[in-house]
Nanobody
């Protein structure tokens, strides 16, 4: 499974961006998530969504500002980022769990089997 993240870029603080993840095969049965790694920081969890799209989990640092969603018809998982802050600057990675139909969104990075190459998001102050 190959994942491809896109949609990153440069935005001013307070602005919005939407990053999306597509794959070379159907994502419909698999939980997915977004992680990020800022300069000099460890990779951290951002948001996750279950296979159906009915349940999501969001890190406290982005809660109320970021929303994860999925479109089964388009085979994409997206992260809408609003009210961006300079501390949101990072490479954003999408990931998918290898086992189908597991219950609930997954927060732990070591539970993910497939990772995209990441897309850079830079927020200027």
């Amino acid at each position: 499974v190959q994942l491809q993240a896109s949609g990153g870029g440069l935005v001013q603080a307070g602005g919005s961006l939407r990053v999306s993840c597509t794959t070379n095969r159907s994502l419909g049965a698999y939980a997915a998530g977004w992680f990020r790694q800022g300069p000099g920081k460890e990779r951290e969890f951002v948001a996750a969504i279950d296979w159906s799209g009915g349940s999501t989990d969001t890190a406290d640092s982005v809660k109320g500002r970021f929303t994860i969603s999925r479109d089964h018809a388009k085979n994409t998982v997206s992260l809408q980022m609003n009210s961006l802050r300079p501390e949101d600057t990072a490479v954003y990675y999408c990931a998918a769990v290898g086992r189908p139909y597991i219950i609930g969104p997954v927060r732990q990075s070591n539970a993910y089997d497939y990772w995209g190459r990441g897309t850079q998001v830079t927020v200027s102050s």
